[in-house]
């Protein structure tokens, strides 16, 4: 049996990140790590370490998988090009209308208390107070939420039609860091003429 | 000892994921630069362990060239 290591373990994380959310709305901003760690990973170690190795969210998929998955072949489409960088793009959009909700309510609209599945259905949710918060502070948190959310439903739905984690296959994070990866390899080839390897896969 | 007659390829549309380097019992496989993943031919010993679990279904067992 493989030998279990303390990032086996970061799927606890991701599953306290959403129960903490649903009881103050503010823990969502821990969703900025999710999304900047692999980034910065794969900016300056030139991997995707994360995606390999830390993404709690892929080991969640896994564990629940094991039990609940079909484990059926995903169609083709989705691990085409179109579709991995359609989902990206999109996913972009929304994340950029996010921001401007936000920069809106900074600006002296009223806050919007809703986390959105999907980005249409409005989640039947009581959500405690958060005056203790700028309103715009408040503002994003409901929308990283939803992201995270809507995110995790996707992946929940491709886990259950598909293989435990076939998230992995559209995941947005994944898509951009294997681009920033590709980009980062292409240009070490031209200086060094070597392989993509980076310190970082060894 | 049988002679390893097949191995596994992985394609290009591989979304570097990792899932096959985790259940790899032999660790022939790594994920070149966040790219694609890279099998080892002298490690592998195509037990199909990788394909079972890509999300994207692009890794194949096939069998080695045999060299005359």
């Known amino acids: 049996m493989k030998q279990k290591h303390w990032y086996d373990y970061l799927w606890i994380g991701e599953l306290a990140y ?40 892929g080991q969640l998929l896994n564990l629940l998988g094991k039990k609940l998955s079909r484990n059926q072949p995903p169609p083709r489409f989705l691990r085409s090009r179109w579709f991995r960088y359609g989902f990206l793009t999109f996913f972009m959009v929304m994340f950029g209308r996010m921001l401007y909700q936000t920069y809106q309510v900074f600006a002296g609209m009223p806050l919007r208390q809703a986390v959105t599945l999907l980005w249409v259905f409005r989640l039947p949710w009581q959500w405690p107070d958060v005056s203790m918060a700028s309103p715009w502070a408040a503002q994003y948190a409901y929308g990283v939420f939803s992201i995270m959310l809507t995110s995790t439903l996707l992946g929940f739905v491709t886990m259950l039609l598909f293989r435990p984690r076939s998230w992995c296959v559209y995941c947005p994070m994944g898509t951009m860091t294997q681009g920033i990866c590709q980009l980062k390899h292409r240009k070490e080839d031209l200086v060094h003429g070597d392989g993509a390897e980076s310190p970082a896969d060894r | ?31 070149a630069g966040g790219v694609i993943a890279r099998v080892d031919p002298a490690l592998c010993v195509g037990c199909g362990k990788c394909a079972a679990v ?4 692009v890794i194949t067992i096939e069998a080695r060239e045999v060299q005359a």
């Open chain 1, 18 to 57: 959403l129960v903490l959310g649903l009881f103050n709305i503010l823990f969502a901003w821990l969703g900025m790590l999710f999304f900047t760690i692999p980034l910065l990973v794969a900016l300056f170690g030139g991997s995707k370490a994360y995606c390999n190795r830390y993404c709690g969210r």
């Open chain 2, 1 to 31: 000892m049988r002679p390893n007659l097949k191995l596994a390829r992985i394609g290009r549309e591989c979304v570097a994921c990792g899932c096959c380097a985790s259940v790899c019992p032999r660790q022939a496989i790594r994920i």
């Open chain 2, 54 to 57: 890509c999300p994207a279904a």
